[in-house]
Structure formats: structure tokens, C-alpha cells
């Protein structure tokens, strides 16, 4: 058959309890999957976004890494 997973709501409710609908106690009772879905897709897209708008602003680590870039170029025609 086909794989099945899940969330344990008592964990999920540590993270973010809104996405965990309650029994009549109050306890956690299941995890409401369709707000999962909907936070998981939210939360992506503002991911892309602020990799986007990393990847066009200048930094001191960019220019780390092509100073290492430049190094590596030189020790590797340096063994040749």
C-alpha cells in the first residue's frame, strides 16, 4: 500500500498551537492538516522571497567566498 504519515498533535502544538484543534478537556486532540498545508505553503513562499532579495543585495559573506574562490583557483594552478 501506500506510505502514510502523520503529525503527533502534542508536538505540533509546541511549535505552533493553532494548528492543533482541542477535545472537549482542552487537550490536544488531532492536527488540523488543512491549516498545516496552507502555513507550510505561506512560510515557503516568504522563504523564496527573502532568498531572492538575499541574493541581490551585496554581502561581506559573497565577497568571503569569491576572495576563497580566488585562493582555491590559485592553489589549484599552483599544483599543476
Do not use: C
Not at 4 to 15: H, T
Amino acid at each position: 500500500g501506500i506510505p502514510q504519515f502523520g503529525l503527533v498533535a502534542e508536538d505540533v502544538e509546541k511549535v505552533n498551537p493553532d494548528l492543533v484543534a482541542r477535545d472537549e478537556e482542552g487537550k490536544p486532540y488531532t492536527v488540523r492538516y488543512e491549516e498545516v498545508n496552507a502555513m507550510l505553503s505561506t512560510s515557503f513562499s516568504k522563504s523564496i522571497a527573502k532568498f531572492r532579495n538575499w541574493r541581490r543585495t551585496p554581502h561581506t559573506s559573497k565577497s568571503k567566498l569569491k576572495r576563497s574562490l580566488r585562493v582555491s583557483k590559485r592553489l589549484a594552478l599552483s599544483l599543476n
